[in-house]
């Protein structure tokens, strides 16, 4: 069975340009869950989303950053105008939803902001 | 909001021998779910154990057990006979059960403890 699927691994962009990363989760799994790490740093959550639907968004910035699940194909975290500070690991996880079941995560994607 | 606590930034241990990792919450629920991760330095996110707030029973996987004192919000992780493999960041986790959505709310971590194995 496939796990999270995260791409790119890597990602570098300059100052003021958009950076997109993507998350396939794991099969079976309806429920998302970004999350960053600055370095140094424990995760920060982000954001969690069901198909079609953000269910909390109480960890992402109000400007730059937007996420979506659509119906078909992956998780896009979408950051805008990137700065310096953006520069981060970012994790993707899934879950099948119930409670008791713990989330499974990607191996991230790190952006550098050159 | 809750709140995650390692006050241990970094931890070393000698091979085969035992090593506890201090983890504290802060919470108001009496419902909520505690996982231990390990990330490597390939920087994956490995679930390590988990533990349900309602269960008494403290959890246990193979060398990894927890002690889980609801009273005091405490949840340490020991690893019993180290192996170099085990060196890595161990990131305590929380979650509650969701209010929405059916699913479950995102997960609060600590700040992490750099475990070292020294051979």
């Known amino acids: 069975n496939a796990g999270v699927m995260q791409n790119p691994r890597h990602l570098v962009r300059r100052r003021g340009q958009e950076a997109r990363l993507r998350c396939s989760p794991m099969?079976?799994?309806?429920?998302v869950y970004w999350y960053r790490q600055l370095p140094e740093e424990g995760l920060k959550f982000m954001v969690y989303?069901?198909?079609?639907?953000?269910?909390?968004e109480s960890g992402m910035p109000k400007e730059r950053f937007s996420a979506e699940f659509p119906k078909e194909g992956p998780s896009i975290l979408r950051i805008q105008q990137v700065v310096r500070g953006d520069s981060a690991a970012y994790f993707c996880?899934?879950?099948?939803?119930?409670?008791?079941?713990?989330?499974?995560f990607g191996d991230g994607t790190r952006l550098s902001i050159l | 909001a809750q709140t995650v606590t390692q006050s241990q930034p970094e931890m070393s241990v000698q091979e085969a021998e035992t090593v506890t990792l201090s983890c504290t919450y802060d919470?108001?629920?009496?419902?909520?779910?505690l996982f231990w991760y390990k990330q490597p330095p390939s920087r994956q996110m490995i679930l390590v154990i988990r533990?349900?707030?309602?269960?008494?029973q403290n959890a246990t996987e193979n060398r990894f057990s927890v002690n889980f004192q609801k009273a005091a919000k405490s949840f340490s992780l020991k690893i019993s006979d180290s192996q170099l493999g085990d060196a890595a960041m161990y990131f305590c986790?929380?979650?509650?059960?969701?209010?929405?959505?059916?699913?479950?709310?995102?997960?609060?971590f600590g700040k992490g403890t750099h475990l070292i194995i020294q051979p």
């Open positions: 996880a899934s879950s099948p939803g119930r409670t008791s079941k713990p989330q499974h």
């Open positions: 099969k079976g799994h309806s429920h």
């Open positions: 989303l069901q198909k079609e639907n953000i269910i909390d």
């Open positions: 919470t108001s629920e009496s419902d909520y779910y």
């Open positions: 533990q349900e707030a309602y269960k008494q």
């Open positions: 986790a929380y979650r509650s059960p969701s209010k929405s959505g059916g699913g479950a709310d995102g997960l609060t």
